[in-house]
């Protein structure tokens, strides 16, 4: 059984950094697509994926401020966020693709994420405060 749980969510103010983690079981996290998205209105937004390569994408209003990288040894899948802003408030949520040609930038493209991932986590919320 598939199971993806995020952690590391809090309030902040801006300017502050945080560090989510994703703890997956039944699925390592690599050589699959695993990415971090978050709620954005009635949908989710990509944020930043990583690919069987390696190879990081980011959606442009973080590029720069978020990182993500993983553990293999864990497992875990992680999203730093630095220099945050009110406007990162969300849900964020860890996703498996469970697929190894899916590429990073393929990932944050599509217009339906749950199509690419099967696999989420329940999310985990930031409150950024100005």
């Known amino acids: 059984q598939v199971q993806l749980a995020e952690s590391g969510g809090a309030s902040v103010q801006a300017g502050g950094s945080l560090r989510l983690s994703c703890a997956t079981s039944g699925l390592a996290y690599t050589p699959y697509c695993m990415g971090w998205f978050r709620r954005a209105g009635a949908g989710r937004e990509g944020v930043a994926a990583i690919d069987n390569d390696g190879r990081t994408t980011y959606v442009d209003s973080v590029k720069g401020r978020f990182t993500i990288s993983g553990d293999v040894a864990k497992n875990t899948l992680y999203l730093e966020m630095n220099s945050l802003k009110p406007e990162d408030t969300s849900m964020y949520y860890c996703?498996?693709?469970?697929?190894?040609?899916?590429?990073?930038?393929?990932?944050?493209?599509?217009?339906?994420?749950?199509?690419?991932?099967?696999?989420w986590g329940p999310g985990t919320p930031v409150t950024v405060s100005s």
């Open positions: 996703a498996g693709s469970g697929n190894t040609i899916l590429t990073s930038i393929q990932a944050l493209g599509v217009d339906t994420p749950q199509l690419a991932f099967p696999y």
